[in-house]
């Protein structure tokens, strides 16, 4: 009996070894595995190239959250194997690369590197920087061939001054229907300025304006000069190149260029909420269409319905609709934003069913 009982008392002790050895294994910490460098985060929004002189660009980008350092890679776009160069780590959202060459296009890629290991990067945005163009002296009376046949440089030739063209050109954000910006004074008294447009890479001018008239009005400052074109024919997802050409009554004429990337056209995004015979509606602006891209809203919004009701309004003031007794049934309303140009220019229709029943 004595020796049946030490037998048992082994196993026992044996038992508990095994269980609590399980338990152990249990309770060993699992190593957390770190995130990865190449871990996708948000791309920089907003991104842009700029030519800012014959052979330098400035790129810029929207600060975001989060981000330790950012890295701008820039490429030649005719060979992605010439020309690359990296930027130091930045701590600013903006970089300007001083080494390019007149004439050619180049590519930019900026990145973000996140705190926490993760890395965003944007699509490449492109600038070209332009060949200085020297001051030339056109008799009086001169004419400079354009798509709508000539640009009469004589009626803006009548006062003094003269000299080179516009040394800077500066950006605000464009529309669909074409670019918006603004340059410094040329020096000196009366000066006239003549603003024409063509597709990047051809001489097919197409009158802008100018102070002399035209679809665009320019607006002149004591040091400022600002243009939008109203003049219609941009195609969308075009790139065109601008020129802007100071005259004097001497004859001295210079000029210089901005070139213009055709943002997106943005939808509008249409809620809706029916309470009996009544339909309420709301929207966004229209000003961002993602990825990045920018463009200024809409000047109008066009709201139309398939039971007959249409309106037109400012959307500066507009973002809601009510609209009482409407029919019973399935009804499609529908948004479209207009653009104010020569032509017709809007964003793609917007459309959503509401069905009313009572």
């Not at 020309?83 to 300007?96: A, E, K, N």
């Not at 060459?101 to 990067?121: M, P, Q």
């Not at 961002?288 to 309004?313: I, R």
């Amino acid at each position: 009996m004595k020796h049946f009982i030490r037998i048992s008392s082994i196993v026992a002790m044996t038992t508990i070894s095994l269980v609590s050895g399980v338990h152990a294994q249990i309770r060993t910490p699992i190593a957390t595995e770190p995130l990865s460098t190449t871990q996708a985060g948000p791309a920089p929004y907003n991104a842009k190239a700029v030519a800012t002189t014959p052979t330098s660009a400035s790129v810029s980008w929207d600060a975001m959250s989060g981000v330790r350092a950012y890295t701008v890679v820039r490429t030649r776009t005719d060979d992605a194997a010439c020309c690359v160069s990296q930027s130091s780590l930045l701590t600013t959202p903006s970089w300007t690369d001083a080494a390019l060459e007149a004439g050619k296009e180049y590519s930019f890629v900026i990145s973000a590197l996140y705190s926490d290991g993760r890395t965003g990067a944007t699509e490449v945005v492109a600038a070209t920087p332009m060949p200085e163009l020297p001051s030339v002296r056109l008799p009086r009376g001169a004419e400079l061939s354009s798509a709508e046949g000539v640009l009469r440089l004589t009626p803006c030739a009548q006062k003094s001054s003269g000299g080179p063209g516009p040394a800077s050109i500066s950006s605000t954000i464009g529309t669909p229907a074409g670019a918006r910006f603004s340059w410094t004074s040329v020096p000196g008294s009366g000066v006239n300025y003549v603003v024409d447009r063509a597709p990047l890479g051809t001489t097919s001018w197409t009158l802008v304006g100018s102070t002399c008239g035209g679809p665009s009005p320019l607006y002149v400052r004591d040091y400022t000069v600002e243009v939008r074109d109203l003049a219609g024919g941009v195609s969308p997802n075009g790139r065109y190149v601008y020129r802007i050409t100071a005259i004097a009554s001497n004859g001295a004429a210079g000029w210089n260029t901005y070139h213009f990337d055709v943002p997106c056209r943005y939808a509008p995004n249409m809620q809706a909420s029916v309470s009996g015979s009544t339909v309420s509606l709301t929207w966004d602006d229209g000003g961002n269409c993602g990825a990045g891209m920018s463009s200024l809203p809409p000047d109008t919004y066009t709201l139309s319905s398939s039971f007959g009701f249409t309106k037109t309004k400012s959307n500066y003031s507009w973002n809601k609709e009510t609209i009482y007794g409407v029919p019973a049934g399935t009804h499609t309303f529908t948004m479209v934003g207009n653009y104010r140009t020569g032509g017709s220019t809007r964003t793609p229709p917007s459309s959503i069913n509401v069905v009313v029943a009572y």
